[in-house]
C-alpha cells in the first residue's frame, strides 16, 4: 500500500461531536452510582498508557496470550482454512496478528477495526511492510456499532472476526451476548469468530493485574478526565481522583472505579455535578470465565465453541466460535 486512509467511516469513529460527548457525560453522571463509558479511555493518549500497561510485569494477559500464540498460531491458522479475510477487532498495535497472519493459508485480506486513528496508522504501515502481498483494509471505527466492511479483493471461502486480548469481558453478560450475535452476522453463514477470554484463577494474581506497582493502569484510568477536561471543557482536578480496582468474586469480574478523594464540584458545561468524598463512578468492568461460563454465552449468541487454545499455565484461552446450528448438523 503506498498510501493509508484509515478513516473512511468518520461517523463509525468513537470520538462524538463535543456536545454528544458533553451529553454523554453529563447522563453518566446524573447516574446513581455514577459511571462513565469505559471507551473513554482510548484517546491517543489513552492507547499508548495501554500499551505500557501491557508491559508491566503484573498484567498476565498479554503474556499468555503470546505464549499461546507460539505455541498454537500454526494450529489455529489450520482450524481457519485457507482464504479467510480476517476482521480484527480493536486491532491496536496488531502484535499478536502478526503471529497469526505469518501462519494463515492465502488469506483475501485483513481488515483492521481501531477506534484511534493513529495506532491503526501506525499498524497498518508496520503491516504493509511485513506482508507486502495481504491486502489491508483498515476500518477506523466504533466496532460495537454496525461496520460497512470494506469490499474484499477477492471472495474469501469465510469470513473470520478476530476478537484478541480479553475485551469481551469489558462487556456485561446481556451487552456481550448482543456483540457476539453481531459478530456472527457480520461473519456470515460459513464464517467463525476468534476470540480471547481471561479464566478465572486466583483473585489476587488478577487483581493485581489491574493495579500495578508503577502506576501506570491508574494514570491511564485518570486519563479518562484529562480527555474529557480537554475535549468539553470540564474542570475535574486530576489529584482530586484516584483509581480504584477491586474483584467481585461472585460476580466473577474486576469493577474499576474512579473515585473522589474529597467532597468537590466539577463543572460540565453549564452542570456543577457534586462529589461526595470517597464516592466511586464506575468507568470499567473485566469479566473472567470458566470454559463452561463462555460456552453458556456464545450459546445465548447462536454459537458453539467448536476449538480451544490455552497458554501453557491455563490461564487464559482462545476460542473459535462457528455458528450452533453448523455443529449440530
Not at 500464540?69 to 482464504?83: K, P, R, V, W
Not at 456464545?298 to 476449538?307: F, K, P, S, Y
Amino acid at each position: 500500500m503506498s498510501s493509508v486512509q484509515p478513516c473512511g467511516v468518520s461517523d463509525d469513529d468513537r470520538r462524538p461531536p463535543v456536545n454528544d460527548l458533553l451529553e454523554i457525560a453529563q447522563r453518566g453522571l446524573a447516574l446513581k452510582p455514577k459511571r462513565l463509558p469505559s471507551w473513554l479511555f482510548y484517546d491517543e493518549r489513552g492507547s499508548a498508557l495501554f500499551e505500557r500497561i501491557c508491559e508491566q510485569p503484573e498484567y498476565y494477559l498479554t503474556r499468555c496470550e503470546i505464549a499461546l500464540m507460539d505455541e498454537h498460531a500454526e494450529s489455529i491458522a489450520d482450524t481457519l482454512g485457507s482464504d479467510v479475510r480476517l476482521v480484527e477487532y480493536g486491532s491496536g498495535n496488531a502484535l499478536k496478528t502478526r503471529m497469526l497472519l505469518q501462519h494463515l493459508h492465502e488469506p483475501v485480506a485483513y481488515v483492521p477495526v481501531e477506534i484511534s486513528p493513529e495506532p491503526l496508522r501506525q499498524s497498518v504501515v508496520r503491516l504493509a511492510r511485513e506482508f507486502p502481498p495481504l491486502p489491508v483494509q483498515p476500518l477506523c471505527a466504533d466496532f460495537s456499532r454496525p461496520l460497512r466492511l470494506p469490499i474484499p479483493p477477492r471472495a474469501p471461502r469465510r469470513t473470520v472476526v478476530y476478537f484478541p486480548g480479553s475485551t469481551i469481558g469489558n462487556f456485561e453478560n446481556r451487552e456481550a451476548a448482543a456483540l457476539l450475535r453481531k459478530m456472527r452476522n457480520e461473519m456470515g453463514d460459513a464464517g467463525g469468530i476468534l476470540i480471547g477470554v481471561d479464566l478465572k484463577k486466583d483473585h489476587a494474581l488478577i487483581e493485581a493485574a489491574y493495579n500495578d506497582r508503577a502506576g501506570v493502569t491508574a494514570e491511564f484510568t485518570l486519563n479518562m478526565l484529562a480527555r474529557l477536561n480537554r475535549e468539553i471543557g470540564s474542570n475535574f482536578e486530576l489529584s482530586a481522583f484516584a483509581h480504584r480496582a477491586h474483584y467481585n468474586r461472585m460476580a466473577g469480574r474486576i469493577e474499576t472505579h474512579i473515585v473522589s478523594r474529597r467532597e468537590q464540584q466539577v463543572k460540565l458545561g453549564r452542570l456543577n455535578v457534586a462529589f461526595r468524598e470517597d464516592e466511586a463512578m464506575l468507568v470499567e468492568y473485566s469479566c473472567k470465565y470458566s470454559l463452561a461460563d463462555f460456552a453458556a454465552l456464545a450459546a445465548r449468541a447462536g454459537l458453539a465453541v467448536l476449538r480451544t487454545w490455552t497458554d501453557p499455565a491455563q490461564m487464559f484461552s482462545l476460542q473459535y466460535l462457528v455458528r450452533a446450528s453448523t455443529v449440530a448438523r
